[in-house]
């Protein structure tokens, strides 16, 4: 049951990464013009987008360590592959 489990996160991760498309809407890298036109976003959710990336940053050496000790049990540990640029699935078992 468990390998269904961490192959089904890692197949909605693989969507997910899919379809930003190469764009990295949570990284310093991303301008606020690019999400606007290539997103089309609005205001609303441009901010939105910019508090996450905020809270993002903040959490990235917790979610490291949770990552590093392979904590499969952790929701961090699946939660913070959306925000991994060049993201590959990981083999767990």
Same mark, same amino acid.
């Given at each position: 049951m468990v390998r269904e489990y961490q192959m089904g996160a890692n197949i909605l991760l693989a969507y997910f990464h899919y379809c930003n498309k190469g764009i *990295?809407? =949570? /990284?310093a890298e991303c301008k606020e013009q690019e999400l606007t036109?290539?997103? #089309?976003?609005? #205001?609303?959710r441009n901010r &939105?987008?910019? =508090?996450?990336? /905020? $809270?993002? #940053?903040?959490q990235k050496k917790h979610w490291e360590k949770v990552r590093q000790? $392979?904590?499969y049990e952790n929701? &961090? *540990?699946y939660?913070?592959?959306?925000y991994e640029e060049n993201w590959m699935p990981q083999s767990t078992i």
């Open positions: *990295y809407p =949570f /990284s036109t290539l997103a #089309e976003l609005d #205001e609303a &939105f987008i910019q =508090f996450t990336r /905020s $809270n993002v #940053e903040k000790s $392979n904590d929701d &961090f *540990y939660i913070s592959q959306l």
